[in-house]
């Protein structure tokens, strides 16, 4: 089973930015470079949305559209880590930000922006906006 480790989180004004990690460990029956990598978020009273995602091999990359071009999803494999790099924060980016490991054969869009093809889930890290 592998285990999700996010950090990075904080409190900052509109206009900032952050970057998340995601650190993984306890791999078993793959190695990290088998998992697609994808970053989700859930604000107060809300569902949990996609945020972005990337494959196994990092040669693709997806964004929710409420993100694109202010938010960049990277992973190195050799630290087994993914990151979030997020600019120009709003007050709408305000959620607890969660990282998450996919083993689908598929890398598609359609699978990696679904909560139901994730099988491992970090603890989550606090992102508040404020403006």
């Known amino acids: 089973q592998v285990q999700l480790a996010e950090s990075g989180g904080g409190l900052v004004q509109a206009g900032a930015s952050l970057r998340l990690s995601c650190a993984a460990s306890?791999?078993?029956?793959?190695?990290?470079?088998?998992?697609?990598m994808g970053w989700f978020r859930q604000a107060p009273g809300k569902e949990r949305e996609f945020t972005a995602a990337?494959?196994?091999?990092?040669?693709?990359?997806y964004y929710a559209e409420s993100v694109k071009s202010r938010f960049t999803i990277s992973r190195d494999n050799v630290k087994n880590t993914v990151y979030l790099q997020m600019n120009s924060l709003k007050p709408e980016d305000t959620a607890v930000y969660y990282c998450?490991?996919?083993?689908?054969?598929?890398?598609?869009?359609?699978?990696?922006?679904?909560?139901?093809?994730?099988?491992?889930w970090g603890q989550g890290t606090q992102v508040t906006v404020s403006s």
């Open positions: 990337i494959t196994w091999s990092g040669g693709a990359t």
């Open positions: 998450a490991a996919s083993y689908s054969t598929a890398q598609t869009m359609v699978v990696l922006t679904s909560p139901a093809y994730y099988a491992y």
């Open positions: 306890g791999v078993s029956g793959r190695t990290f470079n088998n998992y697609a």
